[in-house]
């Protein structure tokens, strides 16, 4: 979307000189982890020189905002969105054929056209630049994005496509696709997810042409930002817009879900600003959609200075686990025909119940150590963990955090969970993976191990 959500983050990651080489589609290739056990060989890409990434057939060279993993380069070309009978497939499927149905254009075509095969490789102009985001902003931070250089990144939102589809004449449209960030570990995220974006725009004449006396309604106005609007948008455009998308987004949650089915807490305040609709799942209250008005100076740029329109997002995941009862993000990922068979059904409104497979017990492992005197973040030691133990890693929680009351060094305990999602672990597989992730915190991190 085109607003400064609060859920873009970015990461950093040190440039230690790599030792460790494994033969990649007969490619000699640098791990970053000298503890990595071994790498798929469907790579979607290859580090063919200590100084350059190779992503879906092209070069891109390292520099000193380069911190993508090998773990998350092997994501890239999955495209879970568009594998046939994959849950996250299914949600797209229905929602595709919602905005289908229900939004025809003049000509008796869909209004809305739907993009699913954009590249998840896109530049920093893109993800950020045209969405207006400030140079200084949070969201640029390398804490929180894969970066493959100071120029190109792996999309943090769909939204990295939103100018270039407006600019092409697009007014209706859904994009959907991979995107990716740094953030915690637990059972509702995970560095790779699936969004959707929907974007209309309007014309004068198409927002107040069933309005009475619309006619002599205007889009623009001359006039200064209010908490209510922007300072070139009239109030009655605004309301208009609003209760559109107010419209659009409550038919597509009782389409998926149906009345009734869960609790949406949903607030339209007639500003600019995004607004957010979260629903309550087992307990928790997770954001499904952000939406909101587009910022004019975004549209006027994209060269459609002469409409007005709102934006959305929505996660798949969090739908997909809502709808179908799935429990765990890392389930999406999963080959055991166990899990995929469940989703083989004869079309994409059939009503399925996850049925889990056997819980395989937890081990459980902390981690010790005193923090670098320059700058850490949790998300750094988040993404090595996840390099190296994969989905082996269900969770882990910052258990404790002690500053030393004389040498003011400041200490973190991890409390990392594993668990295999389709048989039982070892002891002795698990100790394996969380030495190295010791060895790899000191060596990467620059930490003094507690171990």
Not at 180 to 188: F, G, K, P, Q, S
Not at 244 to 268: A, E
Not at 408 to 420: E, F, G, M
Not at 430 to 446: M, N, T, Y
Request: glycine share 6%.
């Amino acid at each position: 979307m085109a607003m400064l959500w609060k859920f873009m983050r970015v990461a950093k990651y040190s440039k230690a000189a790599l030792s460790q080489k494994v033969k990649v589609r007969g490619t000699i290739t640098h791990l970053r982890h000298s503890s990595s056990k071994s790498i798929p060989s469907d790579f979607a890409a290859n580090t063919t020189l200590l100084n350059t990434v190779e992503l879906l057939g092209k070069d891109y060279p390292r520099d000193d905002y380069s911190n993508v993993t090998e773990k998350i380069l092997s994501k890239v070309g999955k495209n879970l969105h568009n594998k046939k009978h994959h849950p996250l497939w299914l949600i797209k499927e229905q929602v595709k054929d919602h905005f289908y149905k229900q939004y025809i254009g003049r000509f008796g075509t869909p209004l809305f056209s739907v993009y699913d095969g954009l590249s998840p490789v896109v530049t920093v102009q893109q993800n950020f630049d045209s969405l207006l985001i400030p140079q200084d902003h949070v969201s640029r931070r390398k804490e929180d994005n894969y970066y493959l250089n100071r120029e190109h990144m792996l999309r943090a939102h769909t939204s990295a496509h939103q100018w270039d589809l407006i600019h092409s004449g697009l007014d209706a449209f859904l994009a959907v696709g991979d995107v990716y960030r740094r953030d915690t570990i637990d059972n509702t995220h995970y560095p790779v997810f699936h969004q959707m974006e929907g974007i209309r725009l309007f014309s004068c004449h198409e927002l107040f042409c069933s309005v009475k006396g619309g006619e002599d309604f205007q889009l623009f106005e001359q006039g200064h930002r209010t908490a209510h609007k922007q300072e070139s948008h009239t109030m009655e455009a605004v309301r208009l817009v609003e209760f559109n998308l107010k419209q659009v987004l409550t038919k597509l949650m009782t389409h998926i879900f149906g009345d009734g089915r869960l609790w949406l807490d949903c607030y339209f305040p007639f500003t600019h600003p995004s607004f957010e609709m979260e629903v309550n799942f087992q307990g928790e209250w997770l954001e499904v959609l952000g939406c909101g008005v587009m910022e004019q100076q975004l549209v006027n740029s994209a060269g459609a200075q002469d409409k007005i329109g709102w934006a959305f997002g929505l996660g798949l995941e969090r739908l997909a686990m809502i709808l179908y009862d799935i429990p765990d993000i890392r389930l999406f990922w999963s080959e055991d025909e166990r899990f995929l068979k469940q989703f083989i059904v004869p079309h994409v409104y059939q009503k399925i119940k996850f049925q889990p497979l056997s819980k395989y017990p937890p081990l459980i492992n902390d981690i010790s150590f005193w923090l670098p005197s320059e700058t850490y973040s949790k998300n750094d030691f988040y993404d090595l963990a996840r390099t190296i133990g994969g989905d082996l890693i269900e969770k882990v929680v910052l258990l404790d955090e002690f500053t030393h009351p004389k040498t003011k060094k400041v200490s973190h305990c991890y409390r990392i969970t594993y668990r295999h999602p389709e048989r039982t672990l070892t002891q002795d597989e698990v100790h394996d993976i969380h030495q190295a992730i010791e060895a790899s915190a000191v060596r990467e991190l620059g930490v003094e191990g507690r171990f």
